[in-house]
């Protein structure tokens, strides 16, 4: 049987690195993409340490516009047909959108959004003529709710979640599967990334998911061929209610939950 291929963006850490274990096990060759080659090297050397078979690392910097076709050209040159993608790379911004820095906002919209489509369009169309392949897009829970003090991540989330629903209605009956997988707050580096380790959100560390049991819900959905899953009962919970919660409500309770716990 021909080995399989998936690749994954932000694979060096968090969701992604349990994304790579999982599929690893399953003797998927990993392309694992980041920004960070000492990152991608320290990936590597574990992965293979735990048994993967093939581990290839490729240096991106996905919040630069012209990053997703050159690492979609890069895979092709290797003559490599990627089975599965994952969209993984992703990151927020903490702090009032009136204070923010209009420049790491558009570069959160770039990141999370345009190399996302990007790459999703790059390897759909090759999915599509060889009519098979798995397409897995990191949303979150943010999706569902307009996020005060993170307005541009939760946004972005949103067309994730929406985005991923409509390809998925669009390449149904072609063989191929688009999932989204909406977590909650997990440990990971986002938060230290986000410059939100003051939020009351993140004060409780033992509040937050595991990557590993993140990974293994987004695994078995995108697996089964799911639409979404939302990982974990409290955030499946907090979704439901959201969904017959006013906007306006919502958006309030997240400003709340979200704001520093010095009041600021």
Known sequence: MEQKSILITGGTCGIGLELARLFAKDNYQLLIAARSE??????????EKEGAKEVITIPCDLFDF??????????????????????????????????SKLDRLMDIIQLNICSLVSLTHYFLQDFVQRGSGRILNLSSVAAKAP????????????FV??????????????????????PGA?????FNKAEMMESKIVQDMSKLA?????????YKALMKGDDMVVSGI??????????????????????????PVTGK
Do not use: C, M
Not at 38 to 44: D, F, M
């Open 161 to 182: 979640h929406s985005f991923t629903e409509a390809l998925r209605s669009e390449v149904k009956d072609k063989g191929i599967t688009v999932t989204a997988l909406l």
């Open 234 to 259: 409290e955030n499946k919970i907090q979704v439901a209610i959201g969904n017959l919660t006013p906007d306006e409500n919502l958006a309030d309770n997240t400003r709340d939950k979200q704001a």
């Open 66 to 99: 012209n990053a997703a076709g050159a690492l979609y050209q890069t895979v092709k040159s290797k003559g490599i047909h990627i089975d599965v993608l994952v969209n993984n790379a992703g990151q927020g911004q903490y702090g009032l959108f009136a204070d």
């Open 210 to 218: 595991d990557p590993a049991d993140v990974a293994k819900d987004g």
């Open 186 to 190: 997990t440990r990971t580096d986002f």
């Open 147 to 158: 996020g005060p003090w993170q307005a541009v991540y939760h946004a972005t989330k949103a």
């Open 38 to 47: 000492t990152e991608l090297a320290e990936a590597k050397n574990l992965l």
